[in-house]
């Protein structure tokens, strides 16, 4: 087994993280600082934001490289260019880039500077529900991304099958760390204790919901690929059977991927539907929720239903890519088809029903998550997956590697 790299002015082995925007660096909350306890010298690059202190209180050094998360030809041309110069003089042994703009930048600008060992973090696909040209063109940018890495690692399974599926990959180029996810979960912030119920309690009556009323939630961004209309539509059909079904959200409506106007504003005015707007800690939501519903079109692995099932809430997921990996179905919640308002009607039927199912489903919840996804778990099987990559022989020549050292001095 060839000796594990390490980077000259440290000693130790320099891990470079490479995201589009700032707030995706909660990706790595916690993380970082596991890796730095571990022998890791780490960084992050990003486009500029506060977030970025996080990372340095963690023990990173973070750099601020702009970079636009739509196409911009002369944006991503020069986003390309500090990146190929940022490593060129800091000369990574591995890096990880992920997201979609960032994974197309960063695999290609350190295949060019000579990094000797590139992974594209796949964190899901957009091309899944883009139309036409669109589609093709995000197509090729994963492949590109996931040709100029080394190798490419999912964060859920279905997504590998997917990636492969699709021929953006070969299998034995792309893996899964653990039963995936990005950064796990804190089971113990969101478990259902005395005080968490004292607290939905609160929660509900502030929201004006009535301790008996049963509560459908939906935690996420307020569009379309989210199966939105399609949670509307399930949701009045229930009414009259559960006349006191609430419907509560906690998210924005976006600009991008909207869902139709007037759906919009039927929602907005309709007095079951409780809108909570962003918010920075969701677990009190979970706790006033009797059903978490994420009918979504296409994931890379949600984190929503792991938070409800580590809160002791049966979810109902779609069998979309991501989605299907994160549930148990008929164990921690319900699993139905994409775009399927009926079907996703009757699995929140059968769960309102029966309040007997819905607490061995809850029970089921925690310790499945705990098992598989807590962040510790996680953190482990990306650590080994890391020291496992740098034990390999890099995909890039030793002599662009050494010319781009020479270039840089």
Known sequence: MKAQARNSSTGRPKLTFVVTVPESASFFRGQLAFFVANGFAVEVVTS????LDEAREQGATAYEVPMCREMKPWSDIV????LWRLFRRTQPDLVVAGTPKAGLLGTVTARLAGVPRVIYRLHGLRLETAPGWKRRVLWLTEWVACHA?????????????????????EAERCSVAGKGTSNGI?????????????????TRAALGIPETAPVVGFVGRLVRDKGIVELYEAFTRLLPSFPELRLLLVGRF????PIPAELRARMERDPAVRMAGFAVDVAPYYWAMDVLALPTY??????VPLEAQAASVPAVCTDATGAVDALVDGVTGLRVAVGDAAALESALRRLLGDAELRRHMGQAGPGWV???????????HLLACYRSFLQEAPKQTRALRAAAIDESR
Do not use: M
């Open 186 to 202: 804190d089971t113990a912030h969101w478990r259902r204790t005395p005080e968490a119920e004292a607290t939905g309690r609160r």
């Open 298 to 303: 296409r994931e890379g692995f949600p984190g």
């Open 48 to 51: 500029p934001g506060p977030q």
């Open 149 to 169: 890495a080394g190798q490419v690692l999912c964060v859920s399974p279905s997504l590998r099958e997917r990636a492969i599926a699709l021929g953006l990959v």
């Open 79 to 82: 986003s390309l260019w500090r």
């Open 370 to 380: 705990q098992e598989n996804f807590e962040r510790d778990v996680v953190w482990k």
């Open 254 to 257: 976006e600009d991008g991927d």
